[in-house]
């Protein structure tokens, strides 16, 4: 979701936002002057920036110390201005401590001045009934929360984080939960229930969502191992740059592939990454991973939202699930079908290709499916979807073309609109 910037629609600091000039060789009267000057000092000394955006987060250990400041760095890759970040986070609170310092919501700011979005990302264990949680509780003090912002900052976003489940080698299986897919489904539908809760109880104030951190970290692998630190319950490194681009893309929407990072350029967040030992490769991962799970309006040319994944990569055998690449004359195309959560594992797929001008979009075929059957060919084929890498090289004579990829399987969706699945599809831009 877009969110505006100014009741007019121009942004911060455009032409069309400044108010109109005065005339500077005309002397002002002592008395305005010196008012003037206060105000000058004041807003020099206490508010932020011209363009800058103040974001509130409440959260926990989960994304305690890299998440925040991820965020930090990816608004000013996006927008040049860093922004005003203020965190009440702490390992081991919920929502009831944030409830208890939702005075933190008209405090945190100079007067006159809203928050642009708030997080507030819920404890472990109390959208279940562990550890004499009731997630009634939770419901009701999302709800709270929320009516808190949107009484100071009417026009901010309300952000559930939807706290994940423990990777599947935790120890809390099954002493806890049976396995990790039923510990998300009780988080999954506790933030759904509260947001839902909030827009209706707040129907003037229709800015609420849910970070999906528990679903997008299932549909990684299955809850891979590389995202968790030794525990099997905390994020590592790498779990919250991904939290970190959840929550941009819950304030700003879009897709993060789009900001073209450039590990040759020194800013802020490419500096934190290679001291974090991120390369270019895991931070495409990440990216994908991410864009991947926008809703459909906001991926180029969504496929059926199954348990199924095309993930590419040139010349590198770290594929992601980004939608737009670009490759020469003799890179190497590594290709990879997957089903995460495993449902469609002992099944074949084929990934398809066409050749079109780069600008030109395929012509769909049917739902789901954005190849022209009679323009397709095959590019690759897999007997089962246990991640086993096909390999293609690209062939000479093709510059200004777009290679378009797809992959089908003949698992079933589930569903009556789509009776076999489908991949997002991908364009690989030929230089």
């Not at 890759?77 to 933190?104: F, K």
């Amino acid at each position: 979701m877009g969110r505006q910037r100014s009741p007019d629609g121009a942004k911060r600091g455009s032409a069309e936002y400044l108010p109109p000039p005065f005339d500077m060789n005309r002397p002002l009267p002592p008395n305005i002057a010196a008012a003037v000057l206060a105000v000058i000092l004041s807003v020099l000394g206490t508010a932020p920036a011209l363009g800058q955006d103040n974001i509130l987060i409440y959260g926990n250990s989960i994304i305690e110390g890299r998440t925040p400041l991820y965020l930090s760095d990816l608004i000013v890759e996006a927008t040049g201005v860093a922004p005003h970040l203020v965190t009440h986070i702490a390992p081991d609170l919920d929502t009831a401590d944030y409830v208890a310092n939702a005075g933190l919501i008209a405090s945190g700011l100079p007067p006159g001045q809203k928050w642009d979005a708030m997080i507030v990302q819920g404890g472990t264990f109390e959208t279940t009934t562990q550890f004499g949680y009731n997630p009634a509780d939770f419901h009701d003090n999302m709800i709270e929360l929320a009516g808190k912002l949107y009484v100071h900052s009417p026009q901010g976003v309300f952000l559930g984080h939807e706290t994940g489940a423990d990777h599947p080698n935790s120890n809390r299986y099954p002493a806890l939960f049976p396995d990790a897919a039923a510990w998300l489904a009780l988080s999954q539908v506790a933030y759904e229930a509260a947001n839902q809760s909030i827009l209706s109880t707040y129907p003037s104030n229709p800015k609420s969502q849910i970070i999906r951190q528990g679903t997008v970290f299932a549909n990684t692998a299955g809850y891979p191992g590389n995202l968790f630190t030794n525990d099997d319950h905390h994020h590592n490194k790498r779990g919250q740059i991904l939290d970190a681009l959840l929550h941009y893309q819950g304030i700003y929407g879009g897709r993060l592939c789009d900001l073209n990072v450039n590990f040759s350029h020194s800013t802020p967040l490419v500096n934190r990454l290679v001291a974090d030992s991120i390369t270019p490769q895991a931070w495409d991962r990440l990216v994908g991973f991410a864009d991947r799970s926008l809703s459909r309006v906001d991926r180029l040319l969504p496929g059926t939202d199954s348990d199924f994944q095309l993930r590419v990569g040139v010349n590198t055998s770290v594929e992601n699930l980004c939608t737009d690449f670009v490759a020469a004359s003799g890179d190497t195309l590594n290709l990879e079908c997957v089903s995460p959560l495993g449902s469609a594992t002992i099944h074949v797929a084929i990934v398809h290709q066409q050749l079109l001008p780069s600008g030109v979009l395929p012509a769909a075929s049917y739902p789901g499916f954005h190849l022209d059957l009679s323009q397709m060919s095959t590019l690759a084929a897999f007997s089962n979807l246990n991640g086993a890498l096909a390999t293609s090289t690209i062939p000479g004579g093709l510059s200004g073309s777009t290679i378009w990829l797809q992959a089908s399987s003949r698992a079933s969706s589930g569903s009556a609109t789509y009776p076999t699945i489908f991949s997002d599809a991908k364009r690989i831009k030929i230089q």
